[in-house]
């Protein structure tokens, strides 16, 4: 079924024909009625399914049409998220949906002044987006007052799990109304969430898409045997053959980042790096100049494992193992979004292969194996830019096609 055919408000239609939003995704088809229904809603889908507009469509919809608009320092619904960046992110989706709508999108960040953000809430919101610390501080303020608030979204809930939100969440729903509707979003789901979810839940509605394979089916994915000293000759390998590549890279440390940024600085490769040493002020910056391809490598922490949206990620690239099995999923999960496909490799090192064995426990199956013989990983050690023989190139091709075709079989 098309958008078209939805009983939802021609203003949010218009909203996602601009968008290119035609079809629902599987958890926006299976979510959208539900909630618009009232009913409380458990999601649990893996990453780039579109599981933003699952809840961004009908809950605009229903804001249209409530009875009662909020008044002054209320908001009609809350979506409380972990980070920052999500926090950005997911208001862009509720504004390019909303655009032909009159709903107002508020978001609550900390690190920037409050007093615009206590100035936009003066008339009331329909939608408020925020991270717990300055929301918090609003509340105790009187800046914000969730009394009438009758949505609470809880995205990227494992997320806020590790962020050790859990008394976040059980603090914030002392301040909203026991009658109100609450949905829960997570890519991964363990017996830790579904406590915290049923806690606060009432008959929700259990939706769940493709767990057996946390992998999003878009990417497909690889690790290859390189030694720690060696990474920086692959991944500059990489980058070389692939010029016009977007490329997000993965570290375990702030420390890291900039090492492997003053790596590729030496060998002439522009980096941006992005990890909690940044003020808000740089964060939103770098990850402006990333998102519009104006650099086209990002070394991150997994502070950007989870849930940001970064348009067309061509290669997500583990130069260190992330120290969560979980976050695998999340790292890969930034590319192959939506409709695209994307490849991620992770180079793991042998200091690396307990955790990578954790992953692939969790993962229920072995990562494909990126097979580099003893001539290619030597040449790559020496590799400079004048290099015509590409082996390295020409094997990652053999076997991108060949799990193409295998996968096509299937
Ligand atoms: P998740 O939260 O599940 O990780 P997002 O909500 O961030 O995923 O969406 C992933 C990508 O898919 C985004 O780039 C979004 O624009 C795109 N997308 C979402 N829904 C649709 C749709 N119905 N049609 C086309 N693209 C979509
Ligand atoms: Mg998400």
């Known amino acids: 079924m098309k958008f078209e055919q939805y009983q939802i408000a021609t203003e949010l239609k218009r909203g996602l024909e601009e968008l290119g939003f035609r079809k629902p995704t599987d958890i926006q088809f299976k979510t959208i009625g539900p909630v618009l229904q009232g009913n409380d809603v458990l999601a649990v889908a893996q990453t780039g399914t579109g599981k933003t507009a699952a809840f961004v469509i009908p809950i605009l919809h229903k804001l249209m049409y409530v009875k009662h608009p909020p008044q002054e320092n209320e908001a009609k619904c809350l979506v409380m998220v972990p980070t920052r960046e999500l926090a950005i992110q997911i208001a862009s989706v509720f504004r390019s949906i909303g655009k032909y709508t009159r709903m107002k999108t508020t978001v609550l960040l900390g690190g920037v002044e409050q007093d615009h953000q206590i100035e936009q809430l003066q008339n009331g919101t329909d939608i408020l987006i925020a991270t717990p610390g300055r929301m918090f501080d609003l509340i105790y303020q009187k800046k914000l007052n969730l009394n009438h608030t009758e949505i609470l979204v809880l995205d990227e809930a494992d997320l806020m799990l590790d962020y050790g939100f859990i008394k976040d969440i059980r603090d914030v729903i002392k301040f909203l ?39 999003s089916k878009n990417v497909t994915h690889f690790v290859a045997h390189i030694e720690k000293d060696d990474k920086r000759f692959f991944l500059e390998r990489l980058v070389r053959e692939h010029p016009e590549a977007k490329i997000l890279i993965f570290v375990r440390t702030k420390v890291r980042a900039e090492r492997v940024a003053a790596a590729m600085d030496r060998v002439e490769i522009k980096t941006l790096t992005m990890h909690s040493g940044k003020d808000q002020k740089e964060r939103a910056e770098i990850m402006d100049a ?24 061509d290669y997500v690239v583990n130069y260190d193992l992330p120290d969560e099995s979980e976050n695998y999923v999340h790292r890969v999960g930034r590319t192959g979004r939506g409709m695209a496909k994307g490849i991620a490799y992770t180079f793991c090192s042998k200091d690396e292969l307990a955790i990578l064995k954790d992953i692939e426990q969790y993962l229920g199956k072995k990562i ?13 050690i020496v590799f400079t830019e004048d290099v015509k023989d590409n082996n390295w190139k020409a094997l990652m091709k053999a076997e991108e096609e060949y799990l193409e075709k295998k996968k096509k079989k299937k």
């Open 177 to 215: 109304p026991d009658y109100r509707q609450t949905l829960f979003f997570s890519a991964t789901i363990n017996s830790e969430i579904k406590e915290i979810a049923y806690s606060i839940v009432r008959n929700p509605i259990r939706i769940q898409i493709s767990p057996k394979d946390p992998v």
């Open 290 to 313: 990333f998102k519009s391809g104006e650099v086209k490598l990002l070394i991150t922490t997994d502070l950007n494992a989870r849930g940001v949206d970064i348009p067309n990620v």
């Open 368 to 380: 494909n194996e990126l097979e580099i013989d003893a001539a290619t990983y030597s040449d790559t």
